[in-house]
């Protein structure tokens, strides 16, 4: 049944989830980010969008760089431990659960091991939106993993990916066949 109001309608969308991993004067610090999209795709950018009260916020602004290494759905306690935790309040994140991490090419912070997939990127752009900040991102390089699958993010809870839809036939879209279709990753739009 629908009904109005706006928090309802916040609950009810859905997402992945992404560590983010940031590195400035020997400090390296990971926070959890469901808010994080493709926002180009020549150039490939993308955005995170990052809470005024963060650590990470920081780091950002002074490393000018940072990692994003989307959850595979076996890591939905590190998405809770960087999620939940902290680098201003103590225990460090990194004691609190094991993040397995393997060295970036071109930034400083390291990526999270176990993910679906994962980009090195450099800062080239920062705006406020509201009560965050969107940092854009230039991807320098990426990685990915075909064998594991993404975490969902949904209302609070994490969720693993649910059977595939079969795309409609061609006859119930107006579309041009290149451009229609739920299996075309990565197509432009
Ligand atoms: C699943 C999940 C997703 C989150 N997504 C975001 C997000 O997109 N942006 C944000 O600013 N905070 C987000 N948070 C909150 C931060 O991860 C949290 O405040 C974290 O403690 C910040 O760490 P830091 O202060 O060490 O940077 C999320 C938390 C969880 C659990």
């Given amino acids: 049944m629908r009904m109005e109001g706006i928090s309802g309608a916040q609950r009810r969308s859905t997402s992945s989830v992404a560590l983010v991993t940031t ?22 950018l993308v ?7 963060r650590a990470t916020l920081d780091l950002l602004r002074r490393s000018g760089e940072f990692g994003l290494s989307y959850c595979s759905d076996e890591q939905a306690h590190l998405a809770h431990v960087a999620g939940n935790h902290s680098l201003r309040e103590g225990p460090s994140k990194w004691s609190l659960a094991r993040f397995p991490t393997f060295p970036s090419r071109y930034i400083h912070a390291p990526l999270i091991e ?16 509201g009560d965050h900040v969107a940092f854009v991102g230039e991807v320098l390089t990426a990685y990915s993993d075909e064998d594991r699958s993404p975490l969902v993010y949904h209302g609070g ?10 795309s409609p036939p061609r006859s119930h879209t107006s579309e041009p066949a290149q451009s229609s279709g739920t299996d075309l990753p990565g197509r432009a739009r």
Avoid: H
Wanted: hydrophobic share 45%; net charge neutral; with cysteine.
């Fill in 114 to 129: 176990g993910a679906v997939a994962n980009l090195e990127c450099r800062v080239v752009s920062e705006f406020p939106t």
């Fill in 47 to 53: 955005a995170v969008f990052v809470g005024y009260q």
């Fill in 157 to 166: 809870k994490y969720y693993r990916l649910g059977p595939r839809i079969p």
């Fill in 23 to 44: 590195a400035f004067d020997g400090v390296v610090n990971v926070m959890s980010a469901e808010w994080s999209l493709r926002v180009s795709l020549e150039p490939y």
